[in-house]
């Protein structure tokens, strides 16, 4: 009978055959400084009727990779309680009003096409985060049917606060103010935990490059 062991050496395994390694150390990109409005980002979720609950599990959208990365963390013991999250922004009229709050200076610094990014905001509470996982921008390409390169983005929208991390790779993020913009490139592996007191609101942000 499979247990909890069995899975911590498929995911171990796993990574080990793709050569990833936590001694190998990750040039993580430059943090990019944005002006936001926190106020105004958590009003516009405060008073969404849009929000969706949701916690880490395997869908069937899911490509082959990241359907085993889910199916092991999920026998790893991550449910519904500890990796749950509301969230605002696949609704289009909260990702216009998102998108507006952060402005269009703020995505010109990032480089990216204001018209095509999705943006999302996301509450964790405390006790709860995203496990290690990586992304897969293949839905956003699809949806757009396009190959031009992807960018996702970690933005703080509350201030670092006990408890609150961001890991890429080897490199373990804390002291974030608000408006500091993260890149999780696709494909490295990452994780984002609360176990602090306060709830933690991030961005995320999707876009293409824009050129």
Known sequence: MTNIFDYQNYYHDF????????????????VIKLSLNAQKLLNIFSKSENKQNKSYKARPFF???NMFQAVCLSNLGYNDHNTFETNIGLDLNDNLELKSAVGVNNFRLMNLDMHSSLVRLLEYKPGTGIPLHTDSFTAFREKYRSDRQVKRYFVAVSGWDWGHFLQIHDKVITHWSVGDAYEIPEGVYHLSVNFGIVPKYTLTITGFVDE
């Open 15 to 30: 990574l080990s055959q793709k050569g990833i390694d936590l001694n190998n150390c990750f040039k993580l990109p430059s």
């Open 63 to 65: 490509p082959q990779e």
